[in-house]
């Protein structure tokens, strides 16, 4: 087990982002139901908080009284299963930036994964990495690790064929590390250079081709201080 100061790495300070980008896009009737299931006064309030302002991270006594109810609503899926989502992507991201929950999740992962492959592609794959972070760490030992079709967004052929296309001078290089996990870590070192200029271009094949390396490939690992990945790009 992990503790201490919050991990830079870049994968799991991605893993983090994308849980965010997915909180911060749930619609306000899914925040309202959910703040709605805790009794904690102005709980709609310290909810939109914690994921606009704390980052998903349970950091004081008015977040921290919400957890026991979103611990609840990643349990319950059938009854609302964008809360469900959302409340189980807040507690990820708050283990992988340790902060004050101290559940590991491992039994809402054993009982629930079946449910989190029914989730849009964006949500579901930002759910299935964030739970593969939390094991790559040491947070969680999950015995079944997440499958490569659970972490991706699309398949591979789609990745490749927009790769195919582009005219980037080097989409070969990021096509040779989908193909060859030996190229990996000179896809990482071209993020390293370009991923700033790629984001703020929205260079669609690209980013395709690179979210697909950090979604299936452990390799793919950037420093720490690299462009993120955005979240609604591909």
């Not at 290089?173 to 990996?184: F, T």
Request: proline share 6%; net charge negative; hydrophobic share 50%.
């Amino acid at each position: 087990m992990i503790s201490g100061a919050v991990p830079v790495d870049f994968r799991t300070q991605q893993a983090v982002a994308d849980l965010q980008a997915l909180a911060r896009a749930a619609s306000s009737e899914t925040v309202t139901a959910l703040a709605n299931a805790s009794p904690v006064p102005g709980a709609k309030g310290v909810l939109s908080a914690l994921i606009s302002q704390a980052g998903c991270r349970f950091n004081g006594p008015d977040a921290m009284a919400l957890h026991p109810a979103l611990t609840l609503a990643a349990t319950l899926p059938d009854d609302d299963f964008d809360g469900f989502l959302l409340a189980t992507a807040i507690l990820i991201a708050d283990r992988l930036q340790r902060g004050g929950g101290r559940d590991d999740l491992f039994w809402h992962w054993d009982a629930f994964r079946a449910r989190y492959r029914a989730a849009p592609d964006r949500r579901r794959a930002a759910i299935f990495r964030g739970f593969e972070q939390l094991d790559a760490v040491g947070l969680v030992a999950l015995f079944d690790k997440p499958e490569p079709r659970e972490l991706a967004r699309i398949r591979p052929d789609a990745v490749v064929a927009q790769l195919t296309d582009c005219s980037d001078p080097d989409a070969g290089l990021v096509l040779a590390a989908l193909q060859d996990w030996r190229a990996v870590e000179d896809a990482a070192a071209l993020w390293d250079r370009r991923g700033g200029g790629l984001v703020a271009a929205r260079a669609q094949a690209m980013l395709a081709g690179f979210r697909h390396l950090y979604e299936t490939q452990a390799q793919f690992a950037p420093q720490a201080d690299a462009a993120r990945l955005p979240y609604d790009a591909v």
